[in-house]
């Protein structure tokens, strides 16, 4: 009964979504305000509904409902239960539906956060999220319905993937998915100017905390996903250029392109048709994505043409989107205005430079992510593309752009002078390149690659320091805390996220270098050495979890004859798929993790087991972290908050209603 | 003597597993194990769905590593070994795939991408300095906006 109830919400949301769809667009359209004030209360009837439907499936997993195909699929009544509500975006099914209910989600904070934009805006937002809305519905009631009976029902259901057994796994996806779906937003208030012809400061000051919201959730959700890869998948890579990986890697890179043309256009009035164009283009991006994901194409293209039903689906609702979105731009933006002027080498000059650079290393992982199902469906030979052509493709491109990244905070707006510029950053540079060549020189390894990370990551912190000397000498302010204080949080959003690259690059660059990895086989008692670290194996045991038994190695790891810690890897046989997994220990570290994963079992109690020393590693997703803040601290920027605050308090319900005629 | 004899045994009861020894590696040319690696990161596991040789823990992927281990043993070249790889295995195998006519797009396209990205920039650029009558946005405007921002749409 209640799946039935969850079918019946998506059927209702999808008659919702159509109307919330229609009327408010062609309402804003003709002026007809009842016609757009439906947009508010369909969007969160939408939203309601979607979450009825959310919470079906998920009581469904809770009971243990395996007459539901869906949870006979990817659940076990042996999972716990909080893996049994994970296993919700388990799989396909589940995961549209996550992605709707986020993108309700959002269209329900547009509704709540929209009270100081004009009702035509509003209406035509929520009405192309609704858009967006009927294609998701109408895929999973006609091809991929999480609701779908199995009957007879099943005795036991099939498990979900242990590999997604994991903490990682509860957060990822979501994370990963307001990101993605937060780029509606953006796409959103983009088609909308296009359609209301008013592509002004406005538009880019609304967009922008919309937008850095989005573009930090997805930041968090990569870095997650990334570093459940390196724990879970026990060969200690952090990052693989894996397919699905590149799909949500693709978004971020539009959406950081976005985040500064936003700025761009916010300040200057300038890159609007761009900005436009990179809403458009990180949205369809994160459609893609999911195609890519989730229709099988990238097993292989083979078993898409078998099952054609959900990718053909995907590909015309993608066609749709982009095709008609595309066609609107190209009517619509030719009549929009050029903004200030600026000379190559300004502010502008360099943003725009960075965009370039950002779009096409996007490029060159769209071109290397489709290219070999391109070859293999004209059948022109199977192709691997994999680490060594993105390592060596993406590495020239994102250098100059981190180059420039140092450069862009310092330059005025509208014209810079290089002399000027030269003559501020020579100091930075100078100890930037110093640095870079005699550190790894006194570490004991160099090799260019190591030279060049360090080189732009330390480019980046001296030139932020010379950022921020010169901006507390231009504010007012008695003390130095002062002036630390009258700083707005813009400025230190922009400059902690692009130190947090900094950090991510100094993670990779040290990784790289002094990585030291050992295959060893060792016998009870026996110890192997890395680094300064000695572990002793001191056996491995049998343990019985709730779903999985497993072998439990236990590692006494000592530095100078002092115990410094224990660590315990597995190596796990899950019951009901007969699966084995390798969950790696790991002894995390500011300056170096300590990782160890068993290999097989040998004679005699012995196993071969894989030791890593990974210096800075956490650096990586620390960085990521740091920047995801920088867009936090950005968005609770003076600006913002008055406009919220605003709205709250000093429009009155009567005020509000006065203002729907006057729009 | 005696004494030093104790000490000795009891040192050796004490520091017991330290006595048990290194652990060995577990290949038997550590030499060669680098070879492999160098060249296993850069080929795929066939039968998997994305893995390189060196991280998968296939059945398949380990025949492979061993042949590659006894072509290394064998003193073939990392070129030799590569070229015996892809006769039988096709260029899928490959993870840096090799340049030839249906992967020139492949190779070229990102830094086209560039060229071509740097060269619009460039035009745009020239062509909107021409064209752009300097309206920044106005003192006017920003009042504009930040009405329009706070209190939203309701004109003057």
Known sequence: ?663 | MNIKWIVLIGLLFLSGPVWAGEARPLADDPANEARLKHLAVELRCLVCQNQTLADSNAPLAEDLRREVREMIAKNMSDQEIIEFLTARYGDFVLYRPPLKASTTLLWVGPFLLVIVGATALIITLRRRAGKVVDVPVTEDEHRRVEQLLTEGGKRP
């Open chain 1, 1 to 663: 009964m209640i799946p039935e109830i969850g079918h019946f919400a998506l059927i209702l949301a999808l008659c919702v979504a159509v109307v919330q769809g229609i009327l408010p667009i062609y309402g804003a359209a003709v002026g007809n305000s009842a016609l757009m004030a439906v947009a508010k209360p369909a969007a969160r009837g939408q939203f309601f509904l979607v979450l009825t439907a959310f919470g079906c499936l998920a009581y469904a997993f809770a009971e243990k409902d395996f007459s539901v195909l869906y949870v006979a699929a990817t659940s076990n009544s042996q999972l716990p239960l909080h893996y049994r509500l994970a296993a919700i975006w388990g799989a396909h099914e589940g995961s549209l539906l996550l992605w709707t209910f986020i993108l309700t989600i959002w269209m329900f904070a547009v509704t709540l956060f929209s009270a100081h934009l004009p009702e035509s805006t509003r209406s035509r937002i929520l009405g192309v999220m609704g858009l967006v809305s009927i294609g998701f519905l109408l895929f999973m009631l006609t091809v991929s319905n999480p609701f779908e009976r199995l009957i007879p029902a099943a005795a036991e259901g099939r498990d979900l993937n242990p590999l997604l057994q994991d903490p990682g796994m509860v957060i990822h996806p979501p994370m990963l998915y307001m990101g993605y779906v937060g780029f509606s937003v953006a796409f959103a208030f983009a088609i909308a100017a296009l359609l209301g012809g008013n592509l002004d400061a406005a538009w880019a000051r609304w967009s922008r905390p919309w937008t850095t919201v989005a573009w930090c959730f997805l930041t968090v959700g990569i870095a997650m996903g990334s570093g459940w890869a390196y724990y879970e998948l026990g060969w200690g890579g952090w990052w693989f250029w894996d397919p699905v990986e590149n799909a949500s890697f693709m978004p971020w890179l539009a959406g950081t392109a976005l985040v500064h043309s936003l700025a761009v256009t916010d300040k200057r009035g300038g890159f609007k048709v761009w900005t436009v164009l990179l809403a458009i283009m990180a949205f369809s991006l994160s459609l893609l994505g999911t195609f890519l994901v989730r229709s099988g194409v990238l097993t292989s293209v083979h078993a898409f043409a078998t099952d054609p039903k959900r990718g053909m689906f995907i590909l015309v609702f993608l066609a749709v989107v982009i095709g008609g979105s595309l066609a609107l731009y190209a009517w619509r933006a030719p009549r929009v205005g050029l903004g200030g002027s600026f000379a190559s080498v300004s502010r502008e000059g360099m943003l725009l430079a960075n965009n370039v650079l950002l779009v096409a290393a996007m490029g060159s992982v769209l071109l290397g992510t489709l290219y070999p199902l391109f070859l293999d469906a004209l059948d022109l030979g199977k192709i691997s593309v994999g680490p060594p052509y993105f390592d060596s493709v993406f590495v020239p491109l994102m250098a100059p752009a981190i180059f420039l990244m140092g450069i862009g905070p310092l330059a005025q707006w509208k014209k810079a002078s290089v002399p000027d510029l030269t003559k501020r950053l020579r100091w930075a540079f100078g100890v930037s390149v110093v640095t870079a060549i005699t550190l790894p020189i006194a570490m004991g390894n160099w090799t260019p690659l190591l030279s060049l990370g360090l080189l732009l990551a330390i480019w980046i912190f001296t030139t932020t320091v010379v950022s921020l000397r010169e901006r507390l000498t231009h504010v007012s302010g008695d003390s130095f805390m002062g002036r630390l204080a009258s700083v707005p949080r813009s400025y230190w959003g922009m400059i902690v996220a692009h130190c947090g690259i900094a950090v991510f690059i100094v993670g990779v660059t040290m990784v790289k270098g002094f990585e030291t990895e050992k295959d060893v086989r060792m016998n009870v008692g026996e110890t192997a050495t890395i680094n300064d670290y000695t572990f002793r194996f001191d056996g491995a045991q049998d343990v019985v979890g709730p779903n999985y038994t497993a072998a439990r190695g236990s590692f006494s790891v000592s530095r100078d004859g002092r115990e410094a810690t224990v660590l315990y890897p597995e190596k796990r046989r899950y019951t009901a798929q007969n699966q084995i997994m390798t969950e790696a220990a790991i002894d995390p570290g500011l300056l170096r993790d300590l990782y160890v994963s068993l290999g097989e079992p040998l004679d005699d109690g012995a196993w071969s087991v894989r030791l890593y020393h990974k210096p800075f590693i956490d650096w990586i997703w620390g960085g990521c972290f740091i920047m995801a803040l920088g867009g936090v601290l950005a968005i609770s920027d003076r600006r913002y908050r008055i406009a919220w605050r605003r709205q709250e308090q000093d429009v009155p319900a009567s005020n509000r209603a006065a203002r729907r005629k006057v729009a």
